[in-house]
Every structure is written in C-alpha cells, then in structure tokens.
C-alpha cells in the first residue's frame, strides 16, 4: 500500500465504522490503510466523544499541525530584521515594489517578491494594510499606472487649437513647423521638395 494523507471523507468513514464498534484491524481493512495508520490516527483525534474519536477535532488538529510545518518556509516570520525592515518602510509608504526592488539592489539578489510582503500584510499583519497607498483588489496595478502614465503624458502635450495667436504669426525662430510623412520609398517633405 502506498502512503497517502487521510482525508476529510476518511475520518468521517473512520468515525461511523468506530461507532459500528469495529476494532483496528478490520477498520484498516475497509480503508484499505495500515493497521497502524489506523491507530496514528486515532491517537491524533482522540477525544471524548461516544466513539473516542471526533472528526472536527482532527480537522483542527490537522489543520494546525499544517500552518506549523510550513511556518520554516515563510521568508518574512523567519527573519526578525527582515520584518522590522519591511515594518519600517511600509510606515514609511513605501509600496511592496519599492521595498523589493530595494532588498534586490542591496543584498545583489531578489530576496523577497512583492507578491510575498502583500501576502505578509493580508494574511498575518492587517493592520499595515493603511500604510499601502493603492488598496490590492480595488483595480489591478499595472492598469491602474498605465492608466496613470497616459494621463499625464497627455496633459503634457499642447493641442493646435489651443496655440497662442502669436505663433500664427510665425515672427519668432520656432514657430515654423514641418510635416513628414514616411512613404513607401523615400521621406517626402510636405510643401518642399524630396
């Protein structure tokens, strides 16, 4: 039998064949599971309960048991100058991007994503949510800053019809313009020759 993780289907299965009150074995047997797996199990959901085993109590259990074994992996809770870092800039408001395009240039390498201190934020420190300036999910942000971008480049450029009446006049060096128009073959040079 190869191994594999007991499942919430099988712990409610476990829980009605205990209460059916048949013993270890025969349990393993119509799980098609280890004997032993049986029992680990059973010892990791014990509660009083009329069968001794209760499924939302091992769901807990499991479900902690989890969260603690992937806590090694999280790169910001490992680190206590990476969080105070990461703690300080965000006061600062500094956007996730910032604080990791900064981390990039001083150690050499991308040390976190800033998918990574977003998830920091919404899933274990809420309360630094206030110091984002743009709220995650309210639009996305490369659209929101090209969006951004093209405002103020259009606000840039001055329109013809709202020219000064002096340029009209063309007395002053500037004021003449050309058009170019790209053919097929050769430049032509509007009002000129080519």
């Known amino acids: 039998m190869s191994y594999k993780h007991f499942s919430r289907d099988d712990r409610v299965r476990l829980a009605a064949l205990l209460n059916w009150g048949l013993d270890q074995k025969t349990i393993a047997k119509q799980l098609n599971r280890h004997p032993s797996t049986i029992?680990?199990?059973?010892?990791?959901?014990?509660?009083r309960s009329v069968?001794?085993?209760?499924v939302i109590a091992a769901e807990k259990r499991?479900?902690?048991?989890?969260?603690?074994?992937?806590?090694?992996?999280?790169?910001i809770d490992n680190n206590h100058q990476l969080i105070r870092y990461v703690t300080e800039k965000l006061k600062l408001y500094w956007s996730p991007q910032q604080i990791a395009g900064r981390l990039k240039l001083e150690?050499?390498?991308t040390v976190l994503c800033h998918e990574t201190i977003y998830q920091y934020i919404y899933k274990q420190?809420?309360?630094?949510?206030?110091?984002?300036?743009?709220?995650?999910?309210?639009?996305?942000?490369?659209?929101?800053?090209?969006?951004?971008?093209?405002?103020l480049e259009e606000s840039k450029k001055t329109r013809i019809d709202q020219r000064p009446m002096v340029v009209e006049q063309r007395l002053r060096l500037g004021d003449w313009e050309g058009d170019t128009i790209l053919g097929k073959e050769k430049w032509v040079v509007v009002g000129g020759q080519a």
């Open 62 to 75: 499991k479900e902690a048991k989890r969260i603690k074994a992937n806590y090694r992996f999280r790169k």
């Open 107 to 109: 150690f050499g390498f």
């Open 51 to 54: 069968s001794g085993y209760y």
């Open 125 to 151: 420190h809420p309360e630094l949510k206030k110091y984002l300036r743009c709220r995650k999910g309210k639009y996305r942000r490369r659209a929101g800053t090209e969006a951004r971008l093209k405002r």
């Open 39 to 47: 029992s680990r199990e059973l010892s990791r959901g014990a509660v």
